[in-house]
């Protein structure tokens, strides 16, 4: 047993007659590994792109809602009387008269 262990800290399987299985074995799990690298990294690349594209559209809807809520404040009737008043026009103090025309027969 002690002859085994010795033997592979030793690197004695790398030479053996043998060898070509463990060297095709050893090189097929080192691509695994690196496909395994490059994927994690791929992952790591998309989750932070997500966190980004987040991020900007909490952004983007904090700013609707502001616009929005401006937009509202704008279209009141008291902000545009007071948008009127500065250009001289103001806000009549007499309700509208409805005019009624008679159709006159020939």
Sequence with gaps: MKQKIYNILKGKFLVDEDASKNWT???FLTALALIMIASSHSVDRKVQYLAKITKERKRLREEHISTSSDLMKLKLQSAI????????LYE???????????????
């Design 92 to 106: 009549s103090k007499n309700p509208p008269v409805k005019i009624i025309l008679k159709t006159i027969k020939k």
């Design 25 to 27: 074995f050893i090189i």
């Design 81 to 88: 009387v007071k948008k009127l008043e500065n250009q001289n």
